[in-house]
């Protein structure tokens, strides 16, 4: 039993990376910069599960690291998106409006 144990994290990390693939073809697809950041997140995600689940059949630590910092760089795109955009209406409260 534990010797397929690894088996099956590599098959659920090659399941995972398919799906991710498959939906970031298709979200990549979209013209609208909020889908687009949306991808990348889809990336960080799905990139981290597939790192944490190979990290666990090899039993390589370093790949928790690397999943760690694929998924704090997607939430640092994230955060950077949110900040740089206007927003639709350009109803963005100026910084001196801001408490």
Known sequence: MADALPAVLS????FI????AIALWRVLRSGIAAER?????LLG??????LLLIG????????????????????FSCVAFAL???GEGGDRASPEDRP
């Open 17 to 20: 990376l398919v799906v991710t």
């Open 56 to 75: 666990a059949a090899t039993a390589a630590a370093a790949a928790s690291d690397v999943a760690l910092l694929l998924t704090l760089f997607a939430a």
């Open 84 to 86: 740089g955009s206007d």
């Open 45 to 50: 995600t799905g990139g981290a599960a597939v």
């Open 11 to 14: 098959g659920a990390a090659l």
């Open 37 to 41: 950041m949306m991808a990348v997140q």
